[in-house]
């Protein structure tokens, strides 16, 4: 009977454990696969072949929708190697199973538990009902969201380039804008990683960037919430009125601190009439979500500016979306614990709704790994550099939440600098995911045994 409930355990865990490992392999592959055709001559402008970390670092960020670069996207990379680059920044953001399940889709083949169980992980949902029906909406719903920031795109990129490469230039950015990726087409060979700070002042490109942006970092379930609640937040599931409220929050409290920090600052906003600084730093605000765009230059913020943009950035978007970071719902449970504990409660509740104490052991976790992987990281870049441990911070959660700005180091790091920004990003995007698909889908038993209850002392 023992040998029978143990096999159970094993088969109930291993599901779950098998759809994070084919994630993590997935993903690797991809990665691997992409830095290859990077390093073919077709793949640069020049007709040279790519040194392999440099395409390595590059197929890292495309497909885990950073942003970070060593070279200029629109001045290193051919047509090809961008096409390469954009197929990766789209993989990466609906990920491999969910682009995947449109043949399946096409062919009307049945999909298989397993792989409704990858679907899910990669989506970052904890169970599998109606997976294959949410998988259709996401793949409809991106489609339909970047199939229109393109065009509102072109329509602002076309008369400055050209037909073909207007429309070439609003595809591209409307995927990277909407996958959170930050990866442009608009360097020059004089200034390489300009992103975005020839269109500050472009209402039009600065709003359908904003907007791609947030409605890619609110994450694929509560698209389906919203649909079928009919956009009313009563009626609205605990975990969708925690993002929506969360990423309001953070989106308002970005651009006044933006605000406030840079107003005077003559190399960010000070030189700009008051509309642009407004629209300025409501697109800095927003780029904290984990995009990486940028129209003001990251390096000449103040250092107050740096410590929330860290602080945001290292938040990022919501659970199950295309951005990255801790995620929206951790911040707000952590924050929401906070308070209970002040008011001398012992459950966390929000919106008539107690939140049970897995997901705050969950979101302690997420912070405490997130914190950990990034200040290593910036110590050990800060050590090898002898660089500014701030300007090192900023790069190390940058890579780790997966958002993509970048305070100018990252291209002038050595070896082992970008070697530990691509396991950052790795991490960030692929071993955060995996680590909590194998925690929250595998089978929960209860404890064998209870010991005594014991109080410390804490602060």
Request: aromatic residues 8%; proline residues 3%.
């Amino acid at each position: 009977m023992d040998r029978v409930r143990l096999l159970g355990r094993r088969t109930k865990r291993r599901p779950a454990m098998q759809a994070a490992m084919v994630i993590a392999l997935g993903f690797a592959i991809i990665i691997l696969t992409g830095a290859v055709l990077l390093t073919l001559p077709v793949s640069a402008r020049s007709g040279e072949p790519t040194d392999f970390l440099n395409a390595l670092f590059t197929a890292t960020s495309a497909t885990c929708v950073t942003g970070l670069v060593t070279v200029g996207t629109a001045t290193h990379w051919s047509g090809f190697g961008q096409v390469v680059i954009l197929l990766l920044i789209q993989i990466g953001g609906l990920g491999f199973m969910s682009l995947a399940s449109i043949a399946s889709f096409l062919t009307r083949r049945t999909i298989t538990l397993r792989e409704r169980m990858v679907m899910s992980a990669g989506l970052n949902l904890t169970e599998n009902a109606g997976i294959v029906r949410l998988t259709r909406r996401v793949l409809m719903g991106t489609f339909v969201f970047e199939g229109a920031g393109a065009v509102l795109l072109a329509i602002r990129f076309v008369p400055r380039v050209g037909l073909w490469q207007g429309i070439k230039m609003g595809v591209f950015h409307s995927v990277s804008a909407f996958c959170n990726a930050g990866f442009d087409l608009i360097g020059t060979p004089d200034n390489p990683f300009a992103s975005l700070t020839g269109f500050a002042d472009d209402v039009v490109v600065n709003l359908t960037i904003m907007a791609l942006i947030v409605i890619g970092g609110l994450g694929f379930f509560v698209w389906g919430d919203l649909w079928d609640n009919k956009r009313r937040f009563r009626r609205l599931r605990l975990h969708t009125k925690l993002v929506l409220v969360t990423t309001a929050f953070l989106i308002g409290a970005g651009f006044v601190l933006t605000l406030l920090f840079e107003w005077g600052n003559p190399q960010t906003l000070g030189a700009m009439p008051v509309q642009d600084k407004v629209l300025a730093a409501a697109f800095q605000s927003v780029t904290l979500r984990t995009a990486g765009f940028n129209t003001i230059d990251q390096a000449a913020l103040t250092g107050p500016s740096q410590a929330v943009a860290c602080l945001l950035m290292m938040i990022g978007g919501s659970p199950g979306s295309t951005a990255g970071g801790i995620k929206t719902v951790t911040a707000a449970v952590l924050v929401l614990s906070a308070i209970s504990a002040l008011r001398g409660r012992t459950t966390v509740s929000a919106f008539g709704r107690t939140i049970v104490s897995r997901s705050i052991m969950n979101a302690v976790t997420m912070m405490i790994v997130g914190g950990t992987l990034s200040l290593t990281g910036a110590c050990v870049i800060a050590y090898v550099e002898s660089a500014p441990f701030g300007a090192c911070l900023f790069e190390a959660v940058s890579a780790f939440a997966t958002v993509g700005l970048s305070m100018g180091l990252t291209p002038t790091l050595h070896t082992v600098s970008h070697l530990i920004l691509i396991l950052l990003m790795y991490l960030g995007r692929v071993g955060v995911l995996t680590l909590g698909v194998a925690v929250l889908m595998r089978h929960r038993e209860p404890p064998k045994m209870h010991y005594p209850d014991a109080d410390v002392m804490v602060g």
